[in-house]
């Protein structure tokens, strides 16, 4: 199925309006690295750094978080790859970790929250990135960052490993990048000063629906329950748009949504620039954006929502079957 896209792949995602989108993968494994070349990627949004951990039945050392990452760098070859910190507790937990019996655990002491409360892991795995980088530019992002306060002490925490690798003697990053994931309600309200320190931020889809409908994504009888095409919904997401486009802080969406096509043709038509998804999706959401004109979609978007319907889906669906 990918050889339908291949005529594209080194094509831009430029829309019939001429709005260029960027398109990224999300990534986590070693077997992830060939897909950047052949997916016509344009850098990875995201690198799960806690799959590297998942795999294994002890805890990593930094010198073979080191080398790892400086794989990635290196297939990435200049490509910009987003590593994201630690985002265990909740679904991802480790094996030769101490679990914690809590009633809530996607509510409980998960990703930044034990990383900012037990700081010796996140340490290490800033040294090893940073040490990876050798010299190179480096990109990290904090998940699941609930107020302004959680990311400056993480940005703290990345300061001072910057400090001490330089006291260590180690080749420092050309430049390091901190943004942040936007996965809670919470930080879409955030002061302004928030938009203006973070150097970007993602919006992680699937967390942020699941609290913005109280509907738990592990869960079977209610997932499905709530459309990502929601009006409310996608209000919300327009309103993070316009707080970013406010302090012009760059702004992508890596959630599993992204790379489902007619989503990712709402996202991109509420005004999202940046896209990151799993590889095989690529293809599939640039030959969309490629046909479609984003102020058309826009318009269905708007009187569908003038309306009072439920979800923009059925319009835009239709829309696709007339001018698609
Ligand atoms: C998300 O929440 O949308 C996200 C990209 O992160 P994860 O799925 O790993 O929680
Ligand atoms: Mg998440």
């Known amino acids: 199925a990918q050889e339908r896209y291949t005529s594209i792949r080194d094509k831009p995602a430029k829309t019939l309006c001429g709005s260029v ?69 909740s679904d991802k937990v480790l094996p030769y970790m101490k679990p914690n019996d809590e009633p809530n655990p996607a509510l409980g002491w998960r990703a930044i929250r034990v990383g900012l409360d037990k700081p010796g892991v996140m340490r290490m795995q800033l040294q090893a990135l940073m040490r990876a980088a050798n010299g190179r530019p480096l990109t990290v992002m904090f998940p699941f960052v609930a107020q302004f306060e959680e990311y400056r002490q993480a940005r703290a925490e990345v300061d001072k490993t910057v400090a001490r690798e330089a006291r260590l003697g180690h080749v420092l990053p050309a430049r390091i ?39 738990d994504r592990e869960n079977e009888r209610v997932r499905r329950r709530y459309d990502t095409l929601n009006v409310s919904f996608l209000s919300f997401l327009e309103q993070i748009v316009a707080r970013c486009a406010q302090t012009a802080t760059p702004l992508s ?59 923009v889906r059925p319009a835009v669906m239709e829309w696709l079957r007339t001018h698609g």
């Open 21 to 89: 989108i960027s398109l990224q993968m999300n990534a986590g494994l070693m077997a992830d690295l060939p897909s950047l070349a052949g997916s016509g990627a344009e850098g990875v949004g995201l690198f799960r750094t806690e799959l590297q951990f998942l795999v294994r039945n002890k805890m990593p050392s930094r010198t073979e978080l080191a080398a790892l990452y400086a794989r990635v760098l290196d297939a990435a070859q200049d490509k910009r790859v987003v590593f994201r910190t630690l985002d265990i507790g």
């Open 177 to 215: 990048e901190v943004g942040a994931m936007l996965e809670t309600p919470s930080l879409a309200y955030a002061p302004q000063k928030f938009f203006e320190e973070v150097e970007f931020l993602s919006i992680g889809g699937n967390d942020l629906k699941q609290f913005f409908f109280a509907a």
């Open 253 to 311: 969406f890596c959630g599993e949504d992204a790379g489902r096509p007619v989503e990712a043709l709402c996202l991109a038509a509420i005004g999202l620039r940046s896209l990151s998804m799993r590889p095989a999706s690529i293809g599939p959401v640039k030959s969309l954006l490629r046909r479609s004109n984003l102020k058309d979609v826009r318009n269905v978007i708007n009187d569908a929502r003038d309306r009072g319907e439920m979800s």
